[in-house]
Nanobody
Framework: QVQLVESGGGLVQAGGSLRLSCAASGPIFGIVHMGWYRQTPGKQRELVAGITSGGMTDYADSVKGRFTISRDNARNTLYLQMNSLKPEDTAVYYC?????????????WGQGTQVTVSS
């Protein structure tokens, strides 16, 4: 089983920055996509930023130009650099690794880390 542990969340003022980390352990093979999602009460979890195994990135329109997703393959760690934070970025952030192995797809999730942006 792939295990994901997020860190780096916290309370920050609007305009500030945070960097989230997601450390992966276990059988890291066949991972085709890694991403950061966020969720607020009563709303569906949404993709904030993603990166493919080939290094292509994609971002939600609401965070383009402010957030940057990156990875360190040697450390099996995924990052999300968040700059110019806004109160509407407040959410629980989750990292996700998606494995495609043959015809089987598996999604692995971290436990989530709270990000709170005060105005």
């Amino acid at each position: 089983q792939v295990q994901l542990v997020e860190s780096g969340g916290g309370l920050v003022q609007a305009g500030g920055s945070l960097r989230l980390s997601c450390a992966a352990s276990g059988p890291i093979f066949g991972i085709v996509h890694m991403g950061w999602y966020r969720q607020t009460p009563g709303k569906q979890r949404e993709l904030v930023a993603g990166i493919t195994s080939g290094g292509m990135t994609d971002y939600a329109d609401s965070v383009k130009g402010r957030f940057t997703i990156s990875r360190d393959n040697a450390r099996n760690t995924l990052y999300l650099q968040m700059n110019s934070l806004k109160p509407e970025d407040t959410a629980v952030y989750y990292c996700n690794f998606r494995r495609l192995w043959g015809a089987q797809t598996n999604d692995y999730w971290g436990q989530g880390t709270q990000v709170t942006v005060s105005s």
